[in-house]
């Protein structure tokens, strides 16, 4: 988080006062400079106004869809952390906001820690795009992106060159959810039967986790996709 001078500046999106309250509450006790917004309209005036570090979403708005929103700030503000406020059951809406491009989201209700953590995961996703880094440590696992090698608890683990590719997309995305159609595109090269990615995920569990049937490093976002967990 920046310093007391320059907070960072959170525009958060929902047609719930209460929600609104708890979340301006809450971010404002961890330092954050919170600014709110009731429907669509007012977040893109907003946007427009002075552009915020970091967009907190509700899909469901009464005006402009929060997909809407998402696809135009898209168009122009490529680099904005945008976390999504999704219903429990609003499964195709988070697949759908993060193939547009949103980042993260949280499912109603949710905890400020919860938030919190995602918040921090967007900003250090953001700095990361920025410039890939050479060298990738989270936990026991190291990845090694100059030399191409994978080490897992100090040993080598040898991976297939699609077992690599895809462990380096999700490096390069660290902590941000991907959904399956991402992933398949970016390492298949189209679209393809989830049943593959399913498998190479299997596979590059049982070689770079301890526990592969609870794993600590590639985790499930059900229905959604896959998420490498971030550096802590």
Known sequence: MRSESMPLRVLVVDDEPPIRRFLRTSLSAQGY???????????????????????????GLPDID?????????????????????????EAGKVEALDLGADDYVTKPFGVDEL???????????????????????????????RRVVTVRGAEVKLSPREYDLLRLLVAHAGKVLTHRFIL??????????????IYIRQLRQKIEA????????????????RLRSPD
């Open 33 to 59: 400079d919170i600014v709110e917004a009731g429907d669509g309209a007012q977040a893109l005036a907003e946007m427009r106004r002075r552009p915020p570090d970091l967009l907190v979403l509700d899909l």
């Open 116 to 146: 919190l953590a995602r918040i921090r995961a967007a900003m250090r996703h953001r700095l990361q795009q920025q410039g890939e880094r050479p060298l990738f440590r989270s936990g026991d696992l190291t990845m090694d992106l100059v």
């Open 185 to 198: 595109k970016e390492v298949w090269g189209a679209e393809t039967d989830v049943q593959y990615l399913r």
């Open 66 to 90: 929060g997909l809407e929103i998402i696809r135009r700030l898209r168009a122009d503000a490529a680099s904005l952390p945008i976390i999504v406020l999704s219903s429990r059951m609003d």
């Open 211 to 226: 526990a592969p049937e609870r794993p600590h490093h590639i985790l499930t976002e059900t229905g959604v996709g896959y």
